[in-house]
């Protein structure tokens, strides 16, 4: 890559994205290559979540799943993530 180019392998949509998202990565003390990775693992957290909450619903044990659907709230709200949306 030349000296002073700015090579990105993500798609911003538009420059003015791309200086918020720089600006929102810095503000959380991260990259942008920190922050995609954040990202990058919620989603897979959410993916892993929404598996097993079908796999313990597929063997007709509802408690089960509500009992995890606490626990992921309780998880979020040690964490300060409580009533966040995704």
Do not use: Y
Request: include cysteine; glycine fraction near 6%.
């Amino acid at each position: 890559m030349k000296k002073g180019t700015d090579a990105s392998l993500i798609r911003w949509g538009s420059q003015e994205r791309k200086r918020e998202i720089a600006s929102l990565a810095k503000c959380q003390g991260k990259s942008v290559n920190g922050l995609v990775n954040t990202w990058a693992e919620i989603v897979l957290a959410q993916t892993q979540a929404e598996d097993s909450f079908r796999a313990t619903a597929s063997r007709g044990k509802p408690a089960r799943l509500i009992a995890l659907l606490e626990k992921m709230d309780r998880d979020d709200a040690r964490k300060g993530l409580a009533d966040t949306q995704p």
